[in-house]
């Protein structure tokens, strides 16, 4: 197949429809060409921001007859949370917008995942770098740490583990505090514009009820309106624009971590963490795999090696599909990222990619030398910076529970921590070819099929359990076929 397309982005503040096409790693080419947003892009963007608006006015509901339990209370909490778009700078992107119940907790608009990847964030002119990870399970992420005897880093969230726990304990939590500051999402300048915001919503006395009334006794400046309403990032004179007293900070910062420890309660609740998957109901003797599903398990654990890094779980394992540690998997560069344009000053003179096409993502290796130059909720350990090179261009390993979850047949999921792969077939085909199929040339017509580009970044690649697996096409079909028996929703948790 060619990877040519026509990708509608937004751009400066004009709409803009862009031809990428893939080159190699090493050479982007993006070109413009026509000045329309297509009407399927805006209808799917529509209907995520009213199933959105549905989701959060049921929850405000409950929240005005909340439950006595104060774990449920926190649980609701974090929901209505997780579905308020007031929480960004101009009050139009929540943050389910990018992780919605019908695909997993992640993207939920099949032409964004089939082209970019990328999300467009509360300034609908800047995209990140990589496509939106899946809520679901991420709590159940252990705090970064250092691991010896395997030589490794392991737990953490965000595609880099930037978002640690170290700090507060709780990497889920923390991940909840990047997108709220970061310019390219929700892009608020304050992290005390996040509390100032949540302050004025219908689920304060709630918060308060649970977190105490000390959360919002904070004394706000006249301009905090004007201030907050500012897109980000803050002036590097003036990196907390919301100005006030010492005491009066510490209360927002307080509160701030409480606000993003509810969103990580929600996210570890039933409603999102489920394990009700037809998996889940074969282990549990409630069901059978089919022959084809039996067969994709056996390879899974055996041919495919798929468990030395997706682990189904032993002694005192969950079966949670992940290590949690990181992989270089080899993953081509996805030149339909719009941040590969964000290398100008945009409409409000910010530059999220000063680089331009010259950007390689370096992943963990990145966040410990320099952290992340846009979301940062934990800083990197300095007695960690030693692992760099061993970790350049490596990125987590996701889960694989609802990998393939998808509201219908047609639906296209991206994979990859830049999105590159666009089904869940194509991403096993490249784990069982990508060192035997050729390098393709520019525009080749066998891309993903005769050959594939480039790797991104070769630093530290997976030889050892990706490249060569020596998988028949029914073999690769029959991992799929597995893989689908981890969506969560086959059986009920009662």
Known sequence: ??????????????????????????????????????????????????????????????????????????????????????????????????????????????????????????????????????????????????????????????????????????????????????????????????????????????????????????????????????????????????????????????????????????EASAEVTAFTSKFDAVMAGKAQFTPDEQAGYALFRGKANCNTCHRDGGPGEDPLFTDFTASNIGTPANPQLPYYLEDKPDALNYTANPVGRSFIDGGVGSFLIKGHPLSEPSVPDARWLPLAPKTNGRFQVPTLRNVDKRPDPDFVKAYGHNGYFKSLKEIVHFYNTRDVLQRCQPNDPGEGTACWPAPESTANMNTKTVGNLGLTDAEENQLVSFMQTLTDGYMSRD
Not at 234 to 240: E, G, I, M, R, Y
């Open 1 to 266: 197949m060619t990877r040519s397309r026509g990708v509608p982005i937004l751009v400066g503040g004009a709409i803009i429809s862009l031809f990428i096409a893939v080159a190699s790693a090493a050479a982007i080419d993006i070109e413009p060409t026509s000045a329309t947003l297509t009407p399927q892009v805006l209808k799917a963007i529509a209907q995520v921001e009213a199933e959105i608006d549905r989701i959060e006015a049921q929850t405000v509901e409950r929240v005005t007859a909340p439950p006595d339990n104060q774990v449920q209370q926190i649980e609701l909490l974090g929901k209505v949370m997780l579905y308020d778009k007031e929480l960004s700078v101009n009050r139009n992107e929540a943050c389910a917008f990018c992780h919605m119940p019908e695909t997993g907790f992640t993207g939920p608009i099949s032409e964004l995942n089939r082209t970019t990847g990328a999300y467009p964030g509360s300034v609908r002119s800047r995209y990140s770098e990589r496509k939106p990870q899946t809520h679901s399970y991420a709590p159940l992420s252990p705090v970064l740490h250092y691991n010896p005897g395997q030589d490794d880093l392991v737990g953490g969230n965000f595609w880099d583990m930037r978002a640690t726990g170290r700090r507060i304990g709780n990497p889920a939590a923390e991940q909840a505090e990047g997108p709220p500051t970061n310019p390219v999402e929700m892009g608020l300048t304050d992290i005390a514009c996040v509390v100032y915001r949540a302050s004025q919503r219908p689920y304060r006395d709630l918060f308060q009820k649970v977190w105490g009334v000390q959360a919002f006794a904070i004394a706000w400046p006249n301009d905090v309106e004007q201030v907050c309403s500012r897109p980000g990032p803050p002036p590097v004179s003036d990196s907390k624009p919301v100005h006030l007293s010492d005491s009066d900070r510490g209360r927002a910062a307080a509160t701030f971590d409480q606000m993003a420890q509810s969103i990580a309660g929600y």
